[in-house]
């Protein structure tokens, strides 16, 4: 935060408490951040989840949930690449494969259960040496519809990340009952037209469209697959 001009909120936030502590709750709540949001998104600017998402007729009740009133629309996420968060992508067809990693879980911070670079909701601390895949062959970051995901909140400890088990701007997933669907949080997208843009760990950043092979999608989402997959 005080590297993206938000330093007067973030000198006044109690560093040895979560982002959940009632305190530093109160002093986040209702804050945009410039940094997440993608001029091409038109939900950006909105903060949502005040008991409803943004797009019209979808609801979801936050407040009843998490105790969450108003959050940022944060238009990019670090990648978890083809982890299990508590089911696995939306796209992926079975566990235990190149889009649904065997043992991969986000709720354990171990290497074993993270196979991207970053944890969709632990903490796991990935070093350079972790990457085995090759730092610029290794998704880091990637854009996302914000608004589509409901439990994915500044304030919420789960599923921060994207997965590659679900393709990029996927049109499978359902959002007519965001209540049923609320464990397969949405892939990576945009409303760039054709695909999405990325950060791979090198720092290079690329533009991946919808088209983008899935299987290849996937391992460049792993860190320490056995797999160099290429940039198509």
Known sequence: MPFIEMAD???????????????????????????????S?????????????????????WDAWYGISQ??????????GPQNFDNRGYDCASTNSYCSAAGSYAFRPDAASTPGIISGASEFQCRFKDVLDGLSGT??????????????????????????????????????DPNAQYSYPPGAGSYHQGGASFAMADGSVVFLTDNTDFVVYNYLGGRADGQSARLP
């Open 9 to 39: 909120i973030y000198s006044s936030l109690s560093s040895d408490q979560s982002l959940d502590n009632a305190t530093n709750k109160t002093k986040l709540q209702g804050k945009r951040m410039p940094a997440q949001e993608c001029p």
């Open 41 to 61: 998104n038109p939900f950006a600017t909105m903060l949502q989840m005040a008991n409803k998402d943004p797009r019209p007729g979808k609801a979801f009740d």
């Open 71 to 80: 959050t940022p629309v944060e238009c990019y996420a670090v990648c978890a």
């Open 139 to 176: 998704i880091m970051i990637g854009e996302r519809k914000g608004e589509q995901f409901l439990t994915g909140g500044v304030f919420s400890g789960i599923f921060r990340a994207f997965q590659t088990g679900t393709y990029i701007n996927s049109t499978t997933r359902s959002f007519v």
